[in-house]
């Protein structure tokens, strides 16, 4: 569940500028924890977020802390996603909003990585528990070569820093099979589930066949 804007539209014609990006942050955190109780969902709940749009990362994270205790949901359920679509404006901005996420006992992670901006660079500059790798990585990656050393590469440096992996925008059971023998344990796409508006998708989990 995604607190942001889609990773395809210009933040511009979706009526973001400097004056509301702060306003519609907030209340993307506050729509995604209250529809998460409404629909009892019994796992992790990710909210990205835009980092140039946190002024105090305390006083941001007051909002999101006080909607979990309204509508009842767990606050050490809940992951606060990085996109890596979006160009840093100050990377000592973004470490002091990690460092207070997680003293207040939040998951972290970077979304959308090896399609951005900063990719090992923002890697470099913080480790979170968790990076998703970006759907143009696993896109035909059982017959790319290519993409099987990148993303046996970021596997190898992840597993260094004991950083956790999500495949994003898994579609086939092709990418699925060889993301598992890649060592990939979790993932998240239109193989298993399509998303839904208001309400939880049926999931499908493919039975796989790793000899």
């Given at each position: 569940m995604a607190g942001r804007v889609p990773t395809h539209v210009d933040p511009s014609r979706a009526g973001l500028n400097e004056q509301n990006r702060y306003a519609f942050d907030q209340a993307c955190r506050v729509k995604a924890v209250e529809l998460a109780s409404r629909l009892q969902i019994p796992c992790f709940v990710s909210i990205n977020f835009l980092p140039n749009a946190v002024y105090q990362a305390a006083t941001c994270i007051r909002a999101t802390l006080e909607a979990a205790r309204r509508f009842g949901f767990p606050t050490e359920r809940l992951i606060f996603e990085?996109?890596?679509n979006e160009e840093l404006v100050d990377k000592e901005h973004l470490k002091s909003i990690i460092r207070e996420y997680r003293l207040k006992g939040f998951k972290t992670a970077i979304?959308?990585?090896g399609a951005g901006y900063s990719g090992l660079n923002l890697l470099a500059e913080f480790q979170p528990d968790i990076i998703k790798l970006d759907m143009?990585?696993?896109?035909?990656?059982?017959?790319?070569?290519?993409?099987?050393?990148?993303?046996?590469?970021?596997?190898?440096?992840?597993?260094?820093?004991?950083?956790?992996?999500?495949a994003e925008g898994v579609e086939t059971n092709a990418e699925l099979q060889k993301l598992l023998a890649l060592g990939i344990n979790y993932y998240q796409g239109y193989l298993f589930a399509k998303p839904e508006y208001e309400t939880l998708p049926n999931v499908t989990w493919p039975i796989?066949?790793?000899d």
């Open positions: 990085i996109t890596e979304d959308d990585f143009t990585l696993v896109r035909s990656i059982g017959n790319d070569p290519v993409r099987q050393a990148i993303v046996q590469g970021i596997l190898g440096v992840c597993k260094a820093l004991n950083i956790e992996v999500i796989p066949n790793i």
